[in-house]
């Protein structure tokens, strides 16, 4: 199993520009969480979905960020227009009901 | 917020046993105690999780006291991998978010 998978696993992008985030979870999981790590805040939820619906958005910051889960083998995380305070690494996670989550490597991104 | 104290920062020797604590007053009838580590620039790492009983498995051992209000966690010989920040979390089911505190830094020492 190749575990989740997340692109690109680094990203440095001027202010403004969109960036986009890629997740394919676990095969057979059938939940899908996003989460962010700064150093200020530590790891913090943004979003997580049951069976590809969004469940529990409260963590996304504004409406500079939006995500996507269009089926059960990929999510999205944008943000646009990107903000120098938008620099984190941006972790995804999957489960299977009931299990424990799993997570992959993350995506490092800049914003200069 | 997060539902769990744990120390800031802890050393252990290497080959000897680390005993990570952790305390969870508040914890509910139906909440589980997990444990996961995260190495340096990597993402969590899933160790163990229990409700009431003591766990094992080939990673480490989960100790839970029988109030359940605190737990510990221990690696039986820790070795200079198992360098890491240690979070305890309590929470539902694993289809639920996980709430992530500060955690515990451990070092190895050789």
């Given at each position: 199993d190749a575990g989740v998978i997340q692109s690109p696993r680094h990203e440095v992008t001027e202010m403004g520009q969109e960036v986009t985030l890629r997740c394919k979870p676990i095969s057979g999981h059938n939940s899908l969480f996003w989460y962010r790590q700064t150093m200020m805040r530590g790891l913090e939820l943004l979003i997580y979905f049951n069976n590809n619906v969004p469940i529990d958005d409260s963590g996304m910051p504004e409406d500079r960020f939006s995500a996507k889960m269009p089926n059960a083998s990929f999510s999205t995380l944008k943000i646009?227009?990107?903000?120098?305070?938008?620099s984190a690494v941006y972790f995804c996670a999957s489960t299977l009901w009931g299990d424990t989550q799993y997570f992959g490597p993350g995506t490092r991104l800049t914003v200069l | 917020d997060a539902k769990t104290t744990q120390p800031t920062s802890m050393d252990c020797a290497e080959g000897r046993a680390a005993n990570l604590p952790c305390n969870h007053s508040t914890i509910s009838g139906n909440e589980y105690v997990y444990w996961y580590r995260q190495i340096h620039s990597q993402g969590p790492q899933y160790i163990i999780h229990g409700l009431k009983n003591n766990e094992t498995n080939e990673m480490a051992s989960l100790i839970i006291t029988e109030d359940r209000k605190s737990s510990t966690l221990i690696l039986p010989h820790a070795t200079l991998r198992d360098t890491a920040v240690y979070y305890c979390i309590v929470g539902g089911s694993g289809n639920t978010p996980l709430v992530f505190g500060k955690g515990t830094r451990l070092s190895v020492i050789a």
């Open positions: 646009q227009p990107s903000e120098p305070r938008d | -």
